[in-house]
């Protein structure tokens, strides 16, 4: 089992919750929730229980039909699952509990019981049919879990080493040089090409193939495609997120929804766009109205781009279509002999990360009158009480006239402004320019 940073978190839940509360863990598909709890039981608990409800028997299913008797309830379990339960000591898991939502919604008098302590997996757990005729228990914390990030991919190659050098010299502003760059470059771009879906790790480590990595990805590309199809059998869903490696090529301001469905009323819109993204499987940048420090207040629902929530996944969805052998961006990522026109992997990455670090994001664009141009902020995050306007490029070309240009708009309500590039640290005038390892210290 691969080190997580989400184990902590788990430790610190139980210190602090005492069994006051159950924990919901969700995240897309395949990224690791059932082994992270399964191991927090084994090693944190005098015995547990994993009800895996995607393979439960009908009988199991059925005693959360009736908990009016939990002495029966946990009686019945030890049976089932041949384990004893102790009292304060024990761990009982809930997995994939969006195929039980009787199970989910029992929560609320399993953990009034206080006699064990509860922890639910899940994925798609907020749509509609999921959770519609169920009362959603109060007593749950949520926590989301995401691939592995690029520390996280390190420590699986064994290196425990190199993110703490790299953050060392974050803070203290200093470069590496730029041979030192171009090998911490290629580590990088390696995590990009791989990902952070533990399958697709494992599958490097073992096999030092990419094509057989690749077919790991494709499995799980096919996974949510069929996940997709049970959301929604229209395959709008679908549609909309094969298109987001073409969406993204475009370098629009927004994600053309009319250009991958055609007809489709503004509220489905809305809806298809929600569903999608409480699968996990995507993050969605909003577009900022007013960029300050509290844009969840003024983002525009109708104004978004959409990412994978894993880089690696994404290079394998822009070749979907066609064979590995037809698949050159492996080689040419690896090589930093990366066409400009496949820039937007740095984006998706960089949104990839920025997540992980708990940031929500947006993004910003707008129009100079007096030179008739427009100019667009890749993301904007929140410090303080002001903004960090982030600049992303697939090179190592310094230019950066949106971020001058923003800077002459909301002067005022600038923090730090960083340029996300391939070149080693350095400043340009107010303007920390980052290679893009960098990016997970933001």
């Not at 547990?48 to 009988?59: A, M, R, W």
């Not at 490696?245 to 475009?250: E, G, I, S």
């Not at 279509?321 to 698949?327: G, L, R, Y």
């Not at 890749?378 to 949106?402: M, R």
């Amino acid at each position: 089992m691969f080190k997580r940073k989400i184990y902590d978190k788990l430790l610190q839940w139980k210190k602090d919750s005492d069994g006051k509360t159950a924990l919901l863990i969700e995240g897309a598909r395949r990224i690791g929730k059932s082994t992270i709890v399964e191991s927090f039981g084994r090693n944190e608990y005098k015995s547990y229980i994993i009800i895996d409800f995607s393979i439960v028997s009908k009988n199991i299913r059925e005693l959360f039909e009736d908990i009016s008797d939990l002495n029966y309830l946990f009686l019945q379990l030890q049976l089932q699952y041949k384990v004893d339960l102790y009292e304060r000591e024990s761990l009982i898991i809930f997995d994939e509990v969006q195929l039980c939502p009787r199970a989910r919604q029992a929560i609320k008098s399993l953990v009034k019981d206080h006699r064990y302590d509860y922890i639910e997996t899940g994925s798609l757990i907020s749509i509609k049919k999921n959770v519609q005729d169920i009362l959603i228990p109060s007593e749950e914390r949520k926590l989301n879990m995401y691939p592995m990030d690029y520390e996280e991919f390190l420590w699986a190659l064994n290196d425990e080493t190199t993110i703490p050098l790299i953050h060392k010299l974050f803070d203290s502003q200093k470069p590496f040089g730029e041979e030192i760059n171009r090998k911490l470059m290629r580590d990088f771009r390696l995590y990009m090409l791989v990902g952070g879906m533990p399958q697709a790790v494992d599958e490097y480590i073992k096999t030092n193939n990419f094509r057989k990595v690749d077919d790991v990805k494709r499995d799980i590309l096919n996974l949510y495609e069929d996940d997709f199809k049970k959301i929604d059998a229209t395959g709008k869903i679908s549609m909309l997120f094969d298109a987001i490696p073409a969406q993204l090529n475009k370098n629009a301001s927004r994600y053309q929804v009319s250009s991958v469905l055609t007809n489709n009323r503004a509220d489905n819109t809305l809806e298809l766009i929600a569903e999608l993204k409480d699968s996990k499987t995507v993050l969605v940048s909003y577009h900022a109205n007013d960029p300050s420090a509290g844009m969840s207040t003024n983002k525009d629902l109708t104004r978004f781009k959409l990412f994978l929530c894993d880089t690696g996944l994404f290079t394998t969805l822009m070749f979907k279509d066609k064979d590995f052998t037809e698949n050159i961006i492996y080689e040419k990522l690896l090589n930093d002999k990366l066409g400009t026109n496949l820039g937007y992997l740095y984006e998706n990455v960089v949104a990839q990360l920025l997540t992980c670090n708990g940031n929500e994001l947006f993004y910003y664009t707008f129009f100079n009158e007096s030179s008739r141009h427009n100019y667009e902020i890749d993301f904007l995050i929140a410090k303080k009480n002001k903004v960090c306007p982030i600049e992303v490029k697939s090179s190592g070309y310094k230019t950066h006239k949106s971020l001058d240009e923003f800077s002459i708009k909301f002067s005022n309500r600038i923090l730090q402004k960083y340029l996300v590039y391939t070149k080693d640290f350095s400043k340009d005038k107010d303007i920390l320019c980052l290679p893009a390892y960098m990016i997970s210290f933001l």
